[in-house]
């Protein structure tokens, strides 16, 4: 696309809204200035490309296409049938899959749909035959009671969440908890590593109908093949969420053991994150699955984003090229420079560096909670997300850490020099700050001290940074 294209594209679209609505208008121009002048380390964030966004804004949104490709409870859907059928296309042969459903509206939606196709297909009962047939809003209370009852036997393992798991694989608070008996595998204690003889051990005690394997939050690699043994040997369906480290499967900077698509029953994604594509879920499956798979429009979903699946046929298609292997290699260079940045400087890093896209800093090393480093750099002009770390004492709010991540700085071209830059800049706000002092006068795990003129300067430091690695270049609104 000529770059006078997409300023066009995107001036001429926030005109239309503007002369509807211009506080919304004026958002969006507001959000590209952040993103542009601010260095991005939320390790789930990253920057779609202009066709991947233009690739939502269209008449696709318009339609609703119940079903899967050739078979729609809507007619008039030949156009929806396209884009799924390439975004499918694209997702098989990038992942080396049997079977793609690129419906799910996010990864919760995706891991929903992969739950009810184990289910579906490991329990035949008469709750789950009844909630197979009928959309879920048409189950009667004496259904979801029947089919509680049914599901409340199910067993799910996966990782803790504050040793880098998710909510969504069992968690109470979380459908997931709802709908299964959930116990959790964590790391040693010590290393902060996965260790799977104990994971074999909770599998051989807990005797769980799923085993999940993902996370959200673990710096280092996870072995799938191990783990499919591990859930072969009890039985389990083996189930991946890849939706963090999608982008380094696709790039494959992940293969062989730690590659899950040849290893797991199933496996679900995000398509943005390091996949760098638009906001949305996929789910990937054998043949075996694929059937049960592709019921999750109605069984979870509703009606699915054609315009959404259109942008993601784009991003898959996109990382199908030979530069998105180039690019997923650097995200790990990226992480693993700024990992030995920090630890040079004295940073506690969980597990003592990264094999992935994303470093887990331990602050109470600083003398702060993850809610007090996360405003400080915030102020500071870095994004970054407070996150629990291992047998956190600070808990799941306030937290212990703060998670950086890599993928969106390479998106924008930033190099391992760079991100020594960045551990530095990240260093010397932590290291000048201080907890503050509650109401009442003791120590707060919220409040801090930082001085304002220094935030300012690490601000325009890191806007310096950003200076020679312009953030979407071609694209000019002003």
Not at 4 to 19: Q, Y
Not at 230 to 252: N, R
Not at 269 to 279: M, W, Y
Not at 351 to 379: C, F, K, M, S, W
Request: hydrophobic share 40%; aromatic share 6%.
């Amino acid at each position: 696309m000529p770059r006078n294209a997409e300023s066009t594209a995107f001036r001429s679209a926030l005109e239309v809204i503007r002369g509807v609505e211009p506080r919304v208008a004026d958002a969006i121009g507001a959000e590209l200035a952040d993103q542009r002048e601010s260095l991005k380390l939320i390790a789930s964030e990253n920057y779609a490309s202009p066709a991947t966004l233009l690739a939502m804004g269209n008449w696709l949104s318009d339609k609703y296409a119940e079903g899967t490709v050739g078979r729609r409870f809507y007619a008039g859907c030949q156009n929806v049938d396209t884009v799924e059928a390439l975004a499918a296309e694209h997702a098989r042969e990038l992942f080396g899959a049997a079977h793609a459903y690129v419906q799910p509206h996010s990864g919760i939606d995706a891991n929903l749909v992969a739950f009810w196709a184990i289910l579906a297909d490991r329990v035949e009962s008469p709750a789950l035959k009844k909630a197979q047939a009928r959309h879920v809003n048409d189950l009667t209370e004496a259904d979801w009671f029947a089919l509680r009852r049914e599901l409340g036997d199910q067993r799910m393992l996966g990782m803790s969440l504050d040793a880098g798991g998710h909510l969504t694989h069992g968690f109470r608070p979380n459908i997931s908890g709802k709908m299964f008996d959930q116990r959790s595998y964590g790391t040693d204690p010590d290393t902060g590593l996965v260790d799977y003889d104990r994971v074999a051990e909770a599998a051989r005690e807990f005797r769980p109908l799923v085993l999940v394997a993902g996370y959200s939050a673990y710096p280092r690699k996870i072995n799938f093949r191990i783990m499919r043994e591990i859930a072969d040997s009890v039985g389990a369906t083996f189930m991946v969420d890849m939706a963090h480290f999608a982008g380094l499967v696709a790039g494959k900077v992940f293969t062989g053991d730690f590659d899950p698509v040849p290893h797991a029953h199933i496996v679900t994604s995000t398509t943005h994150k390091s996949l760098r594509g638009p906001r949305g879920g996929l789910v990937l499956c054998g043949p075996e699955l694929a059937d049960q798979v592709d019921r999750g429009c109605p069984m979870v979903l509703g009606g699915p984003l054609p315009h959404v699946m259109a942008a993601k046929a784009v991003a898959l298609a996109e990382a199908r090229r030979p530069d998105f292997a180039d690019y997923a290699r650097q995200i790990v260079d990226n992480a693993q420079a700024l990992a030995e940045g920090l630890l040079r400087r004295g940073a506690k890093l969980v597990t003592g560096g990264t094999d992935n896209h994303l470093v887990l800093i331990d602050v109470t090393g600083y003398g702060l909670t993850g809610r007090q480093a996360e405003q400080a750099l915030l102020d500071s002009g870095i994004v970054t997300n407070r996150n629990a770390v291992p047998q956190d004492p600070n808990g799941a709010w306030y937290t212990s850490g703060i998670r950086i991540g890599t993928p969106a700085l390479t998106t924008r071209g930033l190099g391992t020099a760079e991100m020594d830059t960045t551990a530095e800049l990240i260093h010397v706000v932590l290291s000048q700050t201080s907890a503050g002092v509650g109401p009442d006068g003791t120590a707060s795990k919220a409040k801090y001290v930082l001085d304002p003129a220094l935030a300012d300067k690490i601000s325009r430091q890191a806007s310096e940074l950003l200076t020679g690695f312009p953030l979407y270049p071609a694209v000019e609104l002003g």
